[in-house]
């Protein structure tokens, strides 16, 4: 079992930026395939980054490209989002997951992940 629990979230405003983290327990990340998804009210949980298990490949959805940048410290068992620039519609509840580097599928897929943590709230005000 992996335990993960987000933070870094809050308000900030338009334009600025804010690191996001979320600290594994239980396991080791160094086997997993890490991806942050988010959750806007009244939408869907989509996927926004996700990195390798080997830290080796990054992805992005199209809407943060540029803007995002996903990193992961294995010694610490943490993964981060750094997220610049963000306007407005960036405000959700974002959610850290865990994938096994098994997984084969495409990161961007919700359920391949088998460990999701509880979620951060972002609030960017303009």
């Known amino acids: 079992q992996v335990q993960l629990v987000e933070s870094g979230g809050g308000l900030v405003l338009a334009g600025n930026s804010l690191r996001l983290s979320c600290l594994a327990s239980?396991?080791?990340?160094?086997?997993?395939?890490m991806g942050w998804f988010r959750q806007a009210p009244g939408q869907e949980r989509e996927y926004v980054a996700a990195i390798y298990w080997s830290g080796g490949f990054r992805y992005y959805a199209d809407s943060v490209k540029g803007r995002f940048t996903i990193s992961r410290d294995d010694a610490k068992n943490t993964v981060y989002l750094q997220m610049n620039s963000l306007p407005p519609e960036d405000a959700a509840v974002y959610y850290c997951?865990?994938?096994?580097?098994?997984?084969?599928?495409?990161?961007?897929?919700?359920?391949?992940?088998?460990?999701w943590g509880q979620g951060t709230q972002v609030t960017v005000s303009s």
């Open positions: 239980g396991r080791s990340i160094s086997s997993y395939h």
């Open positions: 997951a865990a994938s096994s580097r098994y997984n084969t599928g495409l990161l961007s897929y919700q359920p391949g992940y088998a460990y």
